[in-house]
T-cell receptor
Framework: KQEVTQIPAALSVPEGENLVLNCSFT??????LQWFRQDPGKGLTSLLL?????REQTSGRLNASLDKSSGRSTLYIAASQPGDSATYLC??????????FGGGTRVLVKP | SAVISQKPSRDICQRGTSLTIQCQVD?????MFWYRQQPGQSLTLIAT?????????ESGFVIDKFPISRPNLTFSTLTVSNMSPEDSSIYLC????????????FGSGTQLSVL
């Protein structure tokens, strides 16, 4: 059974600092890996999708890497802003697009 | 991207009653997913709903407790039956992106509290 772990559970940084969020998973036989952002009362927003054959994806200030063999993914957010404050969720995709989610990292960016 | 409308956004219910949550998508989608997020925890998949067939439930979830309807390609409902306080959670529906895009899009969720 796939297990997804996110460390740290919470992170507080001053504005402008780079954010590094870690995700690990136990079964390397994945279809893809997605990073989401969750804001209270607003559901989830998909940030990046990395296919199992890819090593990384980039979108603006966001960069996500994937190392299937070691069961790890890292989300980098450059030059953090207060608007980046949210919970970030990592989810591993299996057949049928079923996702297994990690517990999330709660991020606070202080002005 | 798909736009998903989920209703109600929140509700407070009495023990033993049932609540039906609606999920409306602005485009036709093959697969719809229902997730649960218990307080302080991450999301867990309840079931996958395809139009024209019975929903497929994940381990720990049964049709009698969480009946699902999928009458067409843009709409689905999830009912939480005979509720107890342990059912207090956020329930979210999710769909795949267009053209088989594997990105998943989520509704804003239904915050359910059971007294």
């Amino acid at each position: 059974k796939q297990e997804v772990t996110q460390i740290p559970a919470a992170l507080s940084v001053p504005e402008g600092e780079n954010l590094v969020l870690n995700c690990s998973f136990t079964d390397s036989a994945i279809y893809n890996l997605q990073w989401f952002r969750q804001d209270p009362g607003k559901g989830l927003t998909s940030l990046l999708l990395i296919q199992s054959s890819q090593r990384e994806q980039t979108s603006g200030r966001l960069n996500a890497s994937l190392d299937k063999s070691s069961g790890r993914s890292t989300l980098y957010i450059a030059a953090s802003q207060p608007g980046d404050s949210a919970t970030y969720l990592c989810a591993v995709g299996a057949a049928g697009n079923k996702l297994t989610f990690g517990g999330g990292t709660r991020v606070l960016v202080k002005p | 991207s798909a736009v998903i409308s989920q209703k109600p956004s929140r509700d407070i219910c009495q023990r033993g009653t049932s609540l039906t949550i609606q999920c409306q998508v602005d485009s036709q989608v093959t697969m719809m997913f229902w997730y649960r997020q218990q307080p302080g925890q991450s999301l867990t998949l309840i079931a996958t709903a395809n139009q024209g067939s019975e929903a497929t439930y994940e381990s720990g979830f049964v049709i009698d407790k969480f009946p699902i309807s999928r009458p067409n390609l843009t709409f689905s409902t999830l009912t939480v039956s005979n509720m107890s306080p342990e059912d207090s959670s956020i329930y979210l529906c999710s769909v795949e992106g267009e053209g088989g895009n594997e990105k998943l899009f989520f509704g804003s969720g239904t915050q359910l509290s059971v007294l």
